[in-house]
């Protein structure tokens, strides 16, 4: 089991569609993140939020949009999608305290896209 | 720019065999160091960590990790593995007190019963 939850588990959606990834976590961590990982391959960041305000944007597409409502959650929204960003969408968090240690990152167990 | 190379995409092997996995990073920093481990449909999980003190650290499941700082190096052994252990095991860097965690390519491990 996770501490970090994520919903839904499974999404298929269309090209044109809207949905969004939620995230949840209880640990009163301060760092949250959003990763993509493919098949076999290590996870990539897309993004840092720190303290509720975002930190890192890896350079994702607009398409990508990320929203940090409190502390606990994290969410993604997904417009207008291609068919190449079907993957496994990883929510992690970790203390985030940037004067001490930012501690290990905790993975949620992904929610699994797939855009047709 | 920082990286993380594992230099082992794939490994066999047989249970009870001995196994190491290499992984090097660049970054002169104070950094901490993470194996974490993904079985077959699962998520990632924290194989173990290394922030400070021993250079040997111990994680589950009978897996460590020595942490050479004049090498750069911080590789996973287990003296024996088991079928279980067939997965993918990432190696990951995080500056100190940042918050961008780098992973490595990743090797994929199978173990033959």
Known sequence: DTEVTQTPKHLVMGMTNKKSLKCEQHMGHRAMYWYKQKAKKPPELMFVYSYEKLSINESVPSRFSPECPNSSLLNLHLHALQPEDSALYLCASSQGILTKNTGELFFGEGSRLTVL | ?113
């Open chain 2, 1 to 113: 720019a920082q990286s993380v190379s594992q230099h082992n995409h794939h490994v066999i092997l047989s249970e009870a065999a001995s196994l190491e996995l290499g992984c090097n990073y660049s970054y002169g920093g104070t950094v901490n160091l993470f194996w974490y481990v993904q079985y077959p449909g699962q998520h990632l999980q924290l194989l173990l960590k290394y922030f400070s003190g021993d250079p040997l650290v111990k994680g589950i499941k009978g897996f460590e990790a020595e942490f050479i700082k004049s090498k750069f190096s911080f590789n996973l052994r287990k003296p024996s593995v088991q079928w279980s252990d067939t997965a993918e095991y990432f190696c990951a860097v995080n500056v100190r007190t940042g918050n961008q965690f780098y992973f490595g390519t990743g090797t994929s491990l199978t173990v033959i019963p």
